[in-house]
């Protein structure tokens, strides 16, 4: 069964402390793999898209990598802020279907 | 243009009103899609449309009636809901139905069933 873990479940940090974020699949065929950030309330907003060939992509502050061989990608967070507060979510994709994670929830704290 | 926009932004209705939601993008994106999310859990897929087709409908109760007028709208007909369908009704958008593309989502609905 196709299936996307996220851990931890949540995560509080303070203010300008990096923090990491883990994903694990067992989806198959993968085609590719993305990282959300969502607010409460909110729609999600695309962070960052692998594919099967990279191993890390970086969009600001956030780093995601991704291990296709263990199926295990990270979100990388750096010097972060309070606007970084929100739900974190792993999508990943096998070329039909999109599989949600649970999400991370992030509070940054001051 | 390069934003999903819903209306709605909150919604409170009886078991027996109909109601609609209403989800509006203007990127030229051929595929749209309704998801339902509840509280702390992802999104759930609701309904793909693309070039103004239904094409996957993911067993969805008949109270749910989704409509593509064109390929710039997308609504959600609201029929004899359930308390238990209380939840953000999220619209998203991407240039074709492919997993390849990323999807834009809407602010979302905050549908709450009385």
């Known amino acids: 069964k196709n299936q996307v873990e996220q851990s931890p479940q949540s995560l509080i940090i303070l203010e300008g402390k990096n923090c990491t974020l883990q994903?694990?699949?067992?989806?198959?065929?993968?085609?590719?793999l993305r990282w959300y950030k969502q607010d409460t309330g909110r729609g999600p907003v695309s962070l960052t898209i692998m594919t099967f060939s990279e191993n890390t992509k970086s969009n600001g502050r956030y780093t995601a990598t991704l291990d296709a061989d263990t199926k295990q990608s990270s979100l990388h967070i750096t010097a972060s802020q309070l606007s970084d507060s929100a739900s974190y979510i792993c999508v990943v994709t096998d070329g039909q279907n999109f599989v949600f994670g649970p999400g991370t929830r992030l509070s940054v704290l001051p | 243009d390069t934003e999903v926009t819903q209306t709605p932004k909150h919604l409170v209705m009886g078991m027996t009103n109909k109601k609609s939601l209403k989800c509006e993008q203007h990127?030229?994106?051929?595929?749209m899609y309704w998801y339902k999310q509840k509280a702390k859990k992802p999104p759930e897929l609701m309904f793909v449309?693309?070039?103004?087709?239904?094409?996957i409908n993911e067993s969805v109760p008949s109270r749910f009636s989704p409509e593509c007028p064109n390929s710039s709208l997308l609504n959600l007909h609201l029929h004899a809901l359930q308390p238990e369908d209380s939840a953000l009704y999220l619209c998203a958008s991407s240039p074709e139905w492919d997993p390849r593309d990323t999807q834009y989502f809407g602010p979302g609905t905050r549908l709450t069933v009385l």
């Open positions: 990127m030229g994106h051929r595929a």
């Open positions: 449309y693309s070039y103004e087709k239904l094409s």
């Open positions: 994903c694990n699949y067992t989806v198959s065929p993968f085609s590719n």
